[in-house]
């Protein structure tokens, strides 16, 4: 009675996994690259004596928009 159920979930787990895996490894490259990710002009970064907080609003908006225009290509393409 579960059991298609419980299929679902192990493929939604797998889909999950591998999707951290690429964008592990995505965050990896980019690592590499001189791109300024996390080090735009709109980035908050305070440095206190004891703590430091850090808030990327700029690379945020970015990535938020890069992402967005993919998925309306990649969904603009499946239809």
Known sequence: MFYPVMS???????SLGI?????????????RTSL?????????LYRGKHSTF???????IVLSVVLSLLLYVVRRIGK
């Open 8 to 14: 679902d979930l192990g493929r939604i787990l797998i």
């Open 19 to 31: 999707l951290l895996l690429v964008a592990g490894a995505v965050v990896l490259l980019l690592g």
């Open 36 to 44: 300024p990710l996390g080090r735009l002009p709109g980035d908050f």
């Open 54 to 60: 850090y808030f990327p609003l700029a690379t945020s």
